[in-house]
């Protein structure tokens, strides 16, 4: 069976065959589609004859949404297999087995927990030693579900700002639906009730910090011409306890053309140092420290990456060389002096070697905690600051070819708080103290059987002879070449890291382990414009250089055909946001390569994409298209406007949520309906909540795991 998306002007709508049985001994037949357009259609040449579906809200929009939502799920909801699947996705991702992060405050811990029973989740508290020790008795401090019942409100929880060092106050952040826009209010733990007259915020991307207890440092959207292009806020103020927000002073304003204003805060022992954040674009920020009320600029480089304050010292990763320091470096500036005004000479911190990249960060009073990637393996060191200067690094002995992610700190212990997993290894929580040794809090109990499976990690040499790393999980007895799925991103630093098949919902939860299951190979592929690397590794695929990251993801699919894992008839890829650019590209550049493509909340024509949305904040990453100089590398690989008729390109599942107000939903219902017009087979679902991460809760993304399942069992099936 195929599906194929018919379209009008007024509306658009998908057709269905019968479901064909779940397992698949090979691909299906290509459909017939047909192309529906009224007879007084007039369509001006050179126009987007679907620029009425970037309307978000508009009926004719979501009529189509609709009809399409509904046609996806006749064709895959009873497919035989896929209801099975969605209980069980839905059972895993509501297992009480998870790992339980912690938020320390003081000697207490928080966590948002979500369960079956509390879709929207409990936030709650308890106290450290009793976490520590593996068992911590939970008090609930607000029932997210209970509060949106009792608002009339879909509430999504988006965190809570608590002011150190007595934590008594905290800031929350709730939003209706999982949009990035959100409200805040104050919230006083002692009574556990909001703060009746408090500080209250209203619906928007707002920013706050704490300054002090009677004192935010605000960014909001104030109406008008308070916001920036990119749709941030371009004012920060001073907002005391008690006076209206009229009063409020202005602490710093900058021009509509930078991409925002973001207060935050770094603590350090017993001194707050609250920073503003403003630049061009995501790569090139310029920081200001408040000095009694007044902004004073950083003299760091504005491509430098802020990380924290310890003993004096602000610490940042560099992403251009700089003196004698090299891309990827961490260094230190004293930070007490940049505040006066001086410029300090800055410090080596920590230089990773050529295989290796600094992956994350946590600050506890005496110790700097930097979790770094080897050949896209984790590893944990630690570093001090003193008299003398910085420390050699220690490492801590953590298991090998592991995933390893920083999740808390507790200060005042010099502890730190981490994960560890592999694609087959269900996660374990670890502390670490002072003395170095990493002590098991929580193991996971194993949630699918791995004794038949394996994995290996592969290198592939792209177009230009780079070598690019991948990882590939099999079952033990598919000896053949079988369907294929490649996930990759691709962009924002952003590294793509091994994880517990079951417990990674941006790669539709548990579908790699279904696909794996029935006899399919998944591939986690670690291309250019990540994080893996360091610097390097990402400026390799920025604007005019973004190729790089397609031809990469070629590559690894030749290499996996080469290596006899895939068949050159069985290759899937999948891709959410950035990736929704690379699966884009993918396509419509090697249609001859690739047979299905799963693309979530997708950029996808960037031609317009600085005009939706937050998209202006992303020129930096892309280019600016307005520029001709910039559109003449991007017209090359923008998806949208490389569609063209005559083609016959990969079948297509897209998701998204109606309420991103992130990645505007145009853009995959402008790529869907464009596919399906010119007779390509197209499945399409759009959440009304969730936000850019598109599930609001565990329901919606069990059920498109599933759909996702048969979508791939439907268009390119296992093993022949």
Known sequence: ?????????????????????????????????????????????????????????????????????????????????????????????????????????????????????????????????????????????IDVDALGAAEGESWVWHGADCMAPDYKRCIIALSPGGTDADVRREFDMETGQFVEGGFALPLGKTEVSWVDEDTLLVSMDEGGDTLTESGYPRISKLWTRGTPWSEAVTVMEVPREEMWLFP?????????????????????????????????????????????????????????????????????????????????????????????????????????????????????????????????????????NSTLTLVGDAGSRDM??????????????????????????????????????????????????????????TRGDVTEATGTLIHAYGGFRAPQLPGYLVSQPYRSGPLGLFWVESGGAYVLANIRGGGEYGPRWHQDALRDKRQNSFDDLAAVAEDLIARGIAREDGIAISGRSNGGVLTGAAITQRPDLYDAAIIGSPLFDMQRYHKLLAGASWVGEYGN????????????YSPYQNIKPGVDYPATFWYLSTKDDRVHPGHARKGAAKLAAYGNTVYYRENTEGGHSVGSDNEADALRAAMEWGFLMKEIGTTR
Not at 390 to 395: L, R
Not at 437 to 454: C, E, H, N, V, Y
């Open 1 to 141: 069976m195929r599906l194929a998306l018919m379209t009008s002007l007024a509306a658009l709508s998908l057709t269905a065959c019968a479901a064909q049985p779940a397992e698949l001994s090979e691909a299906p037949p290509p459909p017939e589609p047909v192309l529906v357009v009224p007879s007084d259609t007039k369509t001006v040449e050179g126009a987007d004859p679907y620029l009425w579906l970037e309307d978000i809200e508009g009926a004719e929009a979501l009529a189509a949404v609709e009809e399409w939502n509904a046609a996806t799920e006749d064709a895959l909801a009873d497919m035989p297999g896929v209801q099975e699947r969605a209980a069980r996705a839905l059972a895993l991702l509501n297992s009480p087995d998870r790992i339980v992060t912690p938020d320390v405050i003081g000697d207490k811990v928080l966590n948002h927990w979500t369960d079956e029973k509390n879709k929207r989740g409990l936030w709650r508290i308890a106290d450290l030693d009793d976490y520590v020790a593996g068992s911590p008795e939970w008090k609930t401090l």
């Open 416 to 473: 730190v708080f981490l994960t560890v997993d592999t694609m087959l290894d269900p996660t374990a929580l670890y502390a670490v103290g002072t003395d170095g040794m990493a002590r098991k809090i929580q193991q996971l109990p194993t949630q699918f059987d791995a004794s038949g499976m394996k994995v290996a990690q592969h290198f592939a040499t792209s177009k230009d002879g780079t070598k690019v790393p991948y990882f590939l999980v």
């Open 625 to 636: 298209p307005d520029n001709p100089d910039d559109w003449a590398f991007m017209k090359l």
């Open 264 to 400: 935050s805060a770094l603590v350090d022992g017993d001194t707050r140092w609250n920073l503003l954040q403003s630049g061009p674009d995501f790569f090139n920020q310029y920081r200001y420290v408040l000095v009694d009320g007044k902004a004073v600029k950083l003299p760091i480089p504005i491509s430098a990456e802020v990380q924290t304050v310890l003993d004096g010292q602000l610490v940042a990763t560099l992403f251009e060389p700089m003196g004698n320091f090299a891309k990827g470096d961490l260094v230190s500036w004293d930070m007490a002096a940049m505040a006066r005004g001086q410029s300090p000479a800055p410090t080596l911190v920590f230089r990773p070697s050529a295989s290796q990249a600094v992956d994350g960060i946590r600050t506890t009073d005496n110790r700097l905690w930097i979790s770094v990637l080897d050949d896209v393996s984790g590893r944990l060191l630690f570093v001090a600051h003193g008299e003398e200067g910085w420390t050699q690094p220690g490492m801590i002995a953590l298991p090998d």
